[in-house]
């Protein structure tokens, strides 16, 4: 007969954990997170379109009013940092 196993026990977060997370996205560090497929940057959009970043971010801003892409922050590695971005999708 075979044992089952235990479930792991995740340990509580202490006072200090939420203070070290929000430290570490003040100062740039932390992990960053997985963007899924189909979110772009101003930057990638504009570059895709062949237009300047600021006339991309404001036919983003008119389509985000239209209500035809959403936006969404993702953290993302710059460098040796972690920072957050917004990033723009098909609604």
Do not use: C
Not at 38 to 62: E, H, K, P
């Amino acid at each position: 007969m075979k044992k089952k196993a235990l479930p792991k026990k995740v340990p509580e977060k202490t006072g200090n954990d939420w203070l070290m997370e929000i430290l570490s996205e003040s100062h740039g560090t932390g992990t960053p997170d997985v963007v899924p497929a189909g979110w772009l940057t101003i930057s990638d959009m504009a570059r895709a379109g062949g237009v300047a970043r600021n006339t991309m971010l404001a036919r983003a801003n008119n389509l985000l009013n239209k209500k035809i892409i959403q936006k969404k922050k993702f953290r993302i590695s710059v460098g040796r940092n972690v920072v957050s971005v917004w990033h723009y999708n098909k609604a």
